[in-house]
């Protein structure tokens, strides 16, 4: 499976963002989907994810509410949309698949088995 994530850039603060990801290598349908991000010095959180149908989705609690993940199987896309930016958004953003079936494990790292190569998000207050 190879992801490509697109769509980054330089915004300001309460601007909104829309994040894409291109699959290949597999029915995009069968894979678990999510989206991480990285900031500078820190860790890779969890951000938000979906099932392979688009049915489930879960989000970071701080992301709540302003990040809406979504998929369109038909183009081997996954999406996040961002509203209202923060300069705390500023990251490499990550999506993310795994072939297991969604489950409770959905915010770990470790529970996804391919990786895009990130798209940066910088936020500017």
């Known amino acids: 499976v190879q992801l490509q994530a697109s769509g980054g850039g330089l ?5 909104s963002l829309s994040l894409s990801c291109a699959a290949s290598g597999r029915t995009f349908s069968t894979l678990s989907m999510g989206w991480f991000r990285q900031a500078p010095g ?4 969890f951000v938000a994810a979906i099932s392979g149908s688009g049915g489930r989705t879960n989000y970071a609690s701080s992301v709540k509410g302003r990040f809406s993940i979504s998929r369109d199987n ?16 500023t990251a490499v953003y990550y999506c ?18 391919y990786w895009g190569q990130g798209t940066l998000v910088t936020v500017s207050s």
Not at 74 to 89: F, G, R, S, V
Not at 98 to 109: A, D, E, I, L, N
């Open 42 to 45: 820190m860790g890779r959180e």
């Open 74 to 89: 038909a183009k081997n896309t996954l999406y996040l949309q961002i509203n209202t930016l923060k300069p705390e958004d």
């Open 11 to 15: 915004v300001q603060a309460g601007d």
């Open 96 to 113: 993310a698949a795994t072939t297991r079936y969604y489950s409770g494990t959905y915010y770990s790292t470790g529970w996804y088995d």
